[in-house]
């Protein structure tokens, strides 16, 4: 078992700025990368970022490129995910996701066998 637990979430007014980060616990040495999402009301969850653990390689969604950085510190086995220049349109829960697999689909939900309980991301205009 993975335990993962988000924090950072708030409220922000746009342009504004927010971290999140996202403890891993438990069984981790079958992590190849961690993954954030989100869902707002009445949507679907989708992809934000992805980062692998030995690698570092990242993967943004096209809506958040150049605005939202992933990082991960090994040592402390937590994933952050920097927000800038939020726009009302990133209001939505936010999850961390832990990954056991290599995989170029790194969007895809099913790629990822452990979500965070989520974290509330709002952004006032």
């Known amino acids: 078992q993975v335990q993962l637990v988000e924090s950072g979430g708030g409220l922000v007014q746009a342009g504004g700025s927010l971290s999140l980060s996202c403890a891993v616990s438990g069984r981790t040495f079958s992590s190849v990368g961690m993954g954030w999402f989100r869902q707002a009301p009445g949507k679907e969850r989708e992809f934000v970022a992805r980062?692998?653990?030995?690698?570092?390689?990242?993967y943004y969604a096209d809506s958040v490129k150049g605005r939202f950085t992933i990082s991960r510190d090994n040592a402390k086995n937590t994933v952050y995910l920097q927000m800038d220049s939020l726009k009302p349109e990133d209001t939505a829960v936010y999850y961390c996701?832990?990954?056991?697999?290599?995989?170029?689909?790194?969007?895809?939900?099913?790629?990822?066998?452990?979500w965070g309980q989520g974290t509330q991301v709002t952004v006032s205009s």
């Open positions: 996701a832990h990954s056991s697999l290599r995989t170029i689909v790194v969007g895809a939900t099913s790629r990822y066998d452990y």
């Open positions: 980062i692998n653990w030995s690698t570092a390689t990242t």
